[in-house]
């Protein structure tokens, strides 16, 4: 049972450039939506996170987009640069219980 | 403030072999999860732990899995009878606790290969 829906699979990007990963939601009580940062061979670190209550978040290059009716949320990545290419994971949680998106490799380009 | 701590970082194994997966969770956290990543998948939720108790593991099959985390020590992964399939990237993260927006921090993993 998949909770979280997350696309593209993967993406590229020309440095500079905008990069936007989607997810969609299914369980109503996940109050809490992180997205994580995953370079290869390392395991995933928390990027950004936003709660529901919330439309946007924003920290220097990275925005959250949280529609609460839509069940979705996306991260946009701006002046996307080499350095940010990496696998990005979605989540929700509720209480204990966090779900994770199937995770989008992202490759910025020179 | 070392972080999670997992061991071994890799780990190969030949088919009917047991695999033990050991994770130290960062200084203050009490609560200890295990994911699964598959190449080129997702983190697939396998069990959640506190001292000494399971609280939930739904994700974990059924059988040749089994997971602790003892009063003292690390908490363990361990399969049992090993098989191709098991062949994975075993993540261990860990949080203060239930309240708040708990941060789950993660440790490098542990790669098994299995022959």
């Known amino acids: 049972q998949q909770q979280v829906k997350q696309s593209p699979q993967s993406l590229i990007v020309q440095k500079g450039g905008i990069s936007i990963i989607n997810c969609a939601y299914e369980n109503t009580a996940f109050d809490y939506f992180p997205w994580y940062q995953q370079f290869p061979g390392k395991g995933p670190a928390l990027l950004i996170a936003?709660?529901?209550?919330?439309s946007e978040k924003k920290e220097g290059r990275f925005t959250i987009s949280f529609n609460k009716s839509a069940k979705q949320f996306s991260l946009h990545i701006m002046d996307s640069q080499p350095g940010d290419s990496a696998t990005y994971f979605c989540?929700?949680?509720?209480?204990?219980?966090?779900?994770f998106g199937a995770g989008t490799r992202l490759t910025v380009k020179p | 403030n070392a972080g999670v701590m997992q061991n071994p970082r890799h780990l190969v194994r030949r088919r009917g072999q047991e695999a033990r997966l050991r994770c130290s969770p960062m200084?203050?956290?009490?609560?200890v999860y295990w994911y699964r990543q598959l190449p080129e998948e997702g983190l697939k939720f396998m069990v959640y732990?506190?001292?000494?108790?399971?609280?939930?593991e739904s994700g974990m099959p059924k059988e040749r899995f089994s997971a602790e985390f003892p009063k003292e020590g690390p908490s363990i992964l361990r399969i049992q009878q090993v098989v191709r399939g098991d062949s994975a990237a075993y993540f261990c993260?860990?949080?203060?606790?239930?309240?708040?927006?708990?941060?789950?921090?993660f440790g490098a993993g542990s790669r098994l290969t299995v022959l």
């Open positions: 732990l506190q001292k000494e108790n399971i609280i939930d």
């Open positions: 989540a929700a949680r509720y209480r204990d219980d966090m779900r």
């Open positions: 993260a860990s949080s203060r606790g239930r309240s708040g927006a708990n941060v789950l921090t």
């Open positions: 936003i709660r529901p209550d919330v």
């Open positions: 200084k203050g956290h009490s609560h």
